[in-house]
């Protein structure tokens, strides 16, 4: 049983070439042709040939096996890849002073060629491997060792992506020595151990007797047994850490959160604004008091900021309870008021929360202190919603779980946002807010 991979590294280094070198003529001679101008030839292969040279060996993300990932990883391993490749061009044509000898509109469309192209050849092999792993061919064997949830997740996962190449050829609750030193003995790819957390205390015995396999020995942690959050592995002061909570919030996610807030907010507020002072103004001649309302809520890692509304009951209504769900649309002050809480108008402020960083246009809705502390110890996973910033729409919202519904339905809804976050998912969100989360029966 041999050790197969996706494409063998040379075989990818060679297509990679060809397409870094075809995709840099052709965006040569098409230039040419656009421009109708004459380049020198010579100089600009030359560049194509560095360029080429840079990609393939300063580069090993996309030369591992990419027998089990999603073509959506491999897009964002490719855009990487090359924006690193032409970054280092750019500073090269910059440091030589040769920056001005090209053209910066064909160092684009090489870019663009090499990464389409690219994208193409890889799709092309993992379509063919598909195939020929649903056939019997290009196969790693497996053996799974463990019980619960997560060894029995494995094999399902298995049988439904039959296009990995990956064969369960034993499956093992418990095994004694003697079966995993037969084990180690046999040709096998890969060794999953996928344990229960009550039974982790079996690795050692395991690892004894697995420690002749020429395998690749996996531990599998026990992510289906827990509602874990953005669970995986980290590496702190050198040392890896198993993530069972934590907040998608963190490094490059921080920032593209960050631009995307910053710029819808600025749009929204830009384009709204004839709303905001028409609402504005109705809400003041509507009943006596403030244009805004100001409340204390818990947003990321437990904070409390101060949310901004519109205001849409009478003043100082709270002096003898807090009002929640039903009694706050009671207790609005009038018609028009009861209808821009039905219609989510007086959460358009909120967007002022969101330019100065208190919020999110997405994620889960925040919440009174008061109401936190009680929620906290009766739904269970109530504080995680918290790994995130407070939004003003949300994956709940969409679905419909606001006002007077169940929390623990829309407590999932939130920890599936922050599980699953990434750029997408916010934008899914948001187009449909407006139909989905803004009127809606549930609204108050």
């Known amino acids: 049983m041999p050790n197969s991979q996706f494409l063998p590294s040379a075989i990818a280094r060679v297509v ?3 397409v870094l070198i075809v995709g840099g003529i052709a965006a040569f001679y098409q230039y040419e042709a656009l421009r109708e101008v004459s380049l020198d030839f010579q100089r600009y292969l030359a560049l194509i040939l560095v360029g080429t040279l840079i990609f393939t060996l300063l580069n090993k993300q996309l030369y591992r096996s990419w027998r089990s990932e999603g073509f959506f990883k491999l897009i964002q391993s490719a855009s990487t890849v090359i924006a690193k490749t032409w970054i280092l ?27 389409i192209g690219i994208l193409m050849a890889r799709y092309v092999a993992q379509w063919c491997l598909g195939k020929l792993r649903k056939r019997g061919l290009n196969l790693k064997h497996v053996v799974i060792i463990g019980a619960g949830k997560t060894a029995t997740e494995l094999r399902e996962r298995i049988v439904r992506s039959p296009q990995s190449g990956f064969r369960v050829e034993q499956y093992l609750i418990a095994p004694n020595l003697e079966q995993l030193q037969a084990i180690a003995q046999e040709p096998f790819d890969e060794i999953w151990l996928a344990l229960a957390m009550e039974n982790h205390q079996q690795i050692p ?16 942690p026990d992510w289906f047994s827990y509602r874990l959050i953005n669970h995986g592995v980290s590496e702190v002061l050198g040392i890896e850490m198993v993530d069972l909570y934590g907040t998608p919030m963190s490094g490059s ?59 849409t009951m009478p003043v100082n209504i709270e002096k003898e309870g807090l009002i929640w769900g039903n009694s706050a649309k009671k207790a609005a002050n009038n018609r028009f008021c009861a ?11 909120q967007f002022f929360n969101v330019l100065k960083g208190d919020m999110s246009i997405v994620g889960p809705r925040p919440e009174r202190p008061e109401f936190v502390e009680q929620f906290k110890d009766e739904i269970p996973g109530y504080m995680k919603k918290h790994l995130v ?14 006002g007077d519904t169940d929390l623990q339905a829309r407590i999932e809804h939130d920890l599936f946002y922050i ?14 807010t407006p139909w989905r989360g803004l009127i809606h029966k549930n609204a108050y």
């Open 16 to 18: 990679d070439t060809a």
């Open 89 to 115: 061009l750019a500073l090269g044509l910059l440091f030589t002073k040769t920056n001005d000898a090209f053209s910066r509109a064909w160092i684009v469309m090489w870019a663009l060629y090499s990464f």
């Open 205 to 220: 015995h395991l690892m004894e007797g697995l420690k002749n396999s020429t395998a690749n020995v996996r531990f599998v």
């Open 253 to 311: 996610n921080l920032y593209i959160k960050a631009i995307e807030d910053f710029v819808i907010s600025l749009l929204m507020v830009i384009v709204l604004s004839p709303l905001f002072l028409f609402l504005a103004i109705m809400v003041k001649l509507s009943s006596p008091g403030p244009v805004f309302y100001r409340q204390k809520r818990v947003g990321w890692n437990g904070a409390h900021f101060d949310i901004l509304k519109f205001r």
């Open 339 to 349: 209808w821009i809480r039905k219609a989510s108008l007086d959460e358009l402020p």
């Open 389 to 402: 910033k407070a939004g003003i729409t949300g994956w709940a919202q969409i679905h419909g779980w606001r």
């Open 419 to 432: 599980d699953n976050w990434s750029l997408m998912l916010d934008l899914k969100i948001i187009f449909y």
